[in-house]
């Protein structure tokens, strides 16, 4: 009995003293800062630009969206006005709505009368002003796209330096935290600017799609409009 004590004794003595490993964790905010000053410079300068990306691509997919709603009936109304020799009625619809096809088109009525092929390069000049105005700032997502991985890597080169020169100068005995800041200086900055060139890029390229939505709108009643105009009387 007193053998079996002992050995529960004992058990129970190797279960107090066994040491409790912590798990550590590390959020992406300590994560940042992690990297140093020169770290958190480069992250900053990549938020930036993220909420210009951010901005710059709902402010644009809105206006897109606004350009593409066009009433169905519009093209039959200008077409009967227009037709019924009610030019003014065709101008009145179209100064009412407030999209792309409609100033192109109205900009094709206001040249009645002259020849077909000064009507046409007229409404060509007005598509061009109005693809103009939809490409506005999408430029600056491409910009974004391509600079912020750059950014990041330049990071990156910083963070390496910074191990580099610690190494350097310390004979071969660097303090492991001040050498883990370059590298995390490195890491962090490359991983922040590819996840901002990402969103970038997807985001340029989606507004690009819905731009050329509103370009193939806009052709398409360029032609209806011309044929309406060759119609016979």
Sequence with gaps: MLYFFQQDDLAQGAQEVEPVVEEKTLSLFDLMLSGGLGGQIIIGILFILLFAAVYIYFERLFAIKAATEVDQNFMLQIKDSVLNGNIESAKIRCAQTNS??????????????????????????????????????VSILATIAGAAPMIGFLGTVIGM???????????????????????????????AGLIVGIIAYIGY????????????????????????LNEPA
């Design 100 to 137: 792309p096809v409609a100033r192109l088109t109205e900009k094709g009525i206001s040249r009645i009368g002259s020849p077909l092929e000064d009507i046409n390069t007229a409404i060509e000049n007005a598509g061009r002003l109005e693809v103009y105005k939809l490409e506005k700032n």
């Design 161 to 191: 330096v910074l191990a580099f020169h610690e190494l350097a100068t310390s004979s071969g005995q660097a303090e492991m935290g001040l050498l883990a800041e370059g590298i995390y200086t490195a890491m962090t900055t490359t991983v």
């Design 205 to 228: 390229n989606h507004l690009v799609v819905k731009t050329d939505k509103v370009v193939h709108q806009m052709e398409a009643t360029a032609v209806d409009f011309l044929d309406l």
